[in-house]
């Protein structure tokens, strides 16, 4: 099964420490996603590429948030200076857009708790 | 993106078909229905998706009414492995500048009984 991957599966972490997550898309699809969820509620879109471009943002986004896909291959969604509102699932999708027609499929996800 | 309206929550036997409704009463020309599931602690399986016509596949069958305001998810003979949330989105085609952003209601949590 070549579907999406990401690791770690869970991550436990301190208040105010750095965690770096990574997706690997299927491959040669050409757009990855980012989506967060909460206890008990839907993903919620963060951020998406476009090949090696990450070409918008959510305004859930803060600024201790980034991510990466460079070469347009896997990607890594850093959060900084964790926070404990900062636990939830970090789901990573990948899609092929080819010409209009788009479907997004998703990794297991990586569950992240900030004591 | 259109907003979605589905129950909260269902029950069903296991063996027959699951009919999961979904309203989306404001569901624009260009904007397909696709659904999605999740079963507990996973990510989001991509289960079917259609414009104006049903389609059918290996897991599902879709049912989108004429007038495309609402639709159901048809699992024909459940199984205990299809508990689990549904998702009923309505998105926009492919954007070759923008995002296709998923928007994620509260979903169905279905419930298969043996």
């Known amino acids: ?115 | 993106d259109a907003k979605t309206t589905q129950p909260t929550s269902m029950d069903c036997a296991e063996g027959r078909a699951a009919n999961l409704p979904c309203n989306h009463s404001t569901i624009s020309g260009n904007e397909y229905v696709y659904w999605y599931r999740q079963i507990h602690s996973q990510g989001p399986q991509y289960i079917i998706h259609g414009l104006k016509n049903n389609e059918t596949n290996e897991m599902a069958s879709l049912i989108i009414t004429e007038d495309r305001k609402s639709s159901t998810l048809i699992l024909p003979h459940a199984t205990l492995r299809d508990t689990a949330v549904y998702y009923c989105i309505v998105s926009r085609l492919g954007i070759i500048q923008g995002a296709q952003k998923l928007v994620f209601g509260q979903g169905t949590r279905l419930t298969i009984n043996p």
């Open chain 1, 1 to 115: 099964d070549t579907g999406v991957s990401q690791d770690p599966r869970h991550k436990i972490t301190k208040r105010g420490q750095n965690v770096t997550f990574r997706c690997d898309p299927i491959s040669e699809h050409n757009r990855l996603y980012w989506y967060r969820q909460t206890l008990g509620q839907g993903p919620e879109f963060l951020t998406y590429f476009q090949n090696e471009a990450q070409l918008e943002k959510s305004r859930l986004l803060s600024d201790r948030f980034s991510a990466e896909r460079p070469k347009g291959s896997f990607s890594t969604l850093e959060i900084q200076r964790t926070e404990q509102g900062d636990s939830a699932m970090y789901l990573c999708a990948s899609s092929l857009l080819a010409g209009i027609r788009e479907t997004q499929y998703f990794g297991p996800g990586t569950r992240l708790l900030v004591l």
